[in-house]
């Protein structure tokens, strides 16, 4: 079936860097939209930064824009987050998951499959 395994999360200090994967088994990778979300404690889960079948288009949450860089290796079938200039207010659990449409969206129930989540927690 299919699988999302996740990896990378931590503990880092504020301005540090992490980078989050996801490898997928059991799809047709390069035919999911593939998405990155997090949930804080006491917040609803919120988009971070999605990417496209081929990997040319991508987007991002503002409060991400400019630190965080997604991409995908679909030869390896794996999804990754680069996180730089990491924010206390970034410390969540991230999670990846799959959307079976060419181009990514932010509506978590249109995705088909979803990672374990990796916990991300930025100090002070």
């Known amino acids: 079936q299919v699988e999302l395994v996740e990896s990378g999360g931590g503990l880092v200090q504020a301005g540090g860097s992490l980078r989050l994967s996801c490898t997928a088994s059991?799809?047709?990778?390069?035919?999911?939209?593939m998405g990155w979300f997090r949930q804080a404690p006491g917040k609803e889960r919120e988009g971070v930064s999605c990417?496209?079948?081929?990997?040319?288009?991508?987007y991002y949450a503002d409060s991400v824009k400019g630190r965080f860089t997604i991409s995908r290796d679909n030869a390896k079938k794996t999804l990754y987050l680069q996180m730089n200039s990491l924010k206390p207010e970034d410390t969540a659990v991230y999670y990846c998951?799959?959307?079976?449409?060419?181009?990514?969206?932010?509506?978590?129930?249109?995705?088909?499959?979803w990672g374990q989540g990796t916990q991300v927690t930025v100090s002070s």
């Open positions: 998951a799959a959307h079976n449409e060419y181009a990514c969206g932010w509506d978590l129930d249109e995705y088909n499959y």
């Open positions: 059991g799809l047709n990778f390069d035919d999911y939209a």
């Open positions: 990417i496209s079948w081929s990997g040319t288009s991508t």
